[in-house]
């Protein structure tokens, strides 16, 4: 499946989430914004405390290929001085991802990217992307594909003051599941871990104290209950291809409860002992084969 979209305009909004998109967890307006940024921000993230989980963290994929090279320095530099006006990131790594009979392997969707800079006949220069998938999952993965290419346009165009252009996708196996989610929504108290790490130490102290809380606690609690929501999620739908659940998050907050709770505080023990629990639940589920029941 090919799909073009022509957005010569560098003013539009990098984030915008489709009106009807499949937001895991019930959000406001302004709410689904930060929650589509976050995520596509995460997905192209050069480094992850959960890369044991995600290999294929598109983000460390393109900046740290092979531990080392910064494939999108190196398309600026290509865009900035190369004849051609044409620069390749690859996401697949064969050392890496490929196994000798096919066994196990796991590796990004999301294949190859394109960038190509184009004049127009007004003398104005653009950056157009256009990006290869060997499988992808329309309802929830390619916004935040598009997400994620609109992020990088910018970033290279503002390092050449350019244009954000055009976009191009090909996908060779097009798909929709329209019933459950995918891994592209990682739960949020564990994208916390990389995004916003203080929040789960003043979870823990809101949680101790609650007389004492302030405004950063109450966001802290706020998005703790989106968290939730994240959580009983994954108690409700299949998906053959792996729903995400909590895990490094829960075991984190469930520590630092444990460093800091007083000594006779049980119900405290309580839940910190059971977040340990419920993470070690979740990351058997992860590990199992997934199948739905007969």
Not at 147 to 160: A, F
Not at 250 to 271: C, E, H, M, Q, T
């Amino acid at each position: 499946m090919t799909v073009h979209l022509d957005l010569n305009d560098d003013d539009a909004e990098a984030f915008i989430l489709p009106e009807d998109y499949p937001v895991p967890i019930n959000l406001s307006g302004d709410e689904r914004k930060v929650w589509f940024r976050e995520l596509v921000q995460w997905w192209q993230l050069d480094r992850s405390q959960l890369e044991g989980r995600i290999p294929y963290l598109h983000g460390s994929r393109l900046r740290l290929y092979g531990g080392k090279l910064d494939q999108i320095k190196r398309v600026i530099s290509l865009l900035a001085t190369k004849p051609s006006t044409r620069a390749v990131a690859v996401l697949i790594d064969p050392f890496r991802d490929f196994s000798a009979d096919g066994t196990d392997e796991k590796f990004a969707s999301f294949c190859l990217v394109e960038f190509r800079r184009r004049d127009d006949t007004a003398g104005q220069t653009f950056v157009d992307a256009i990006a290869f998938y060997r499988a992808q999952e329309f309802e929830r993965w390619w916004p935040v594909n598009i997400g994620e290419l609109r992020l990088l346009q910018r970033e290279i165009c503002k390092s050449l003051k350019f244009r954000p252009g055009a976009i191009t996708t090909f996908t060779a196996d097009a798909r929709t599941i329209s019933l459950s989610p995918t891994d592209v929504a990682m739960p949020i108290v564990d994208r916390w871990l990389d995004q916003a790490p203080e929040r789960l130490p003043l979870l823990a102290d809101a949680l101790l104290h609650p007389s004492q809380i302030d405004e950063r606690h109450a966001q802290a609690i706020h998005d703790w209950r989106r968290s939730l929501a994240d959580l009983r999620l994954a108690t409700n739908a299949f998906n053959p291809d792996g729903i995400p659940v909590a895990i490094e998050g829960l075991r984190r907050l469930s520590l630092y409860l444990r460093a800091i709770v007083p000594g006779r505080d049980r119900k405290i023990k309580n839940f910190a002992a059971n977040l340990g629990v419920l993470a070690g639940h979740n990351e058997t589920f992860e590990h199992s084969s997934r199948l739905r029941k007969k």
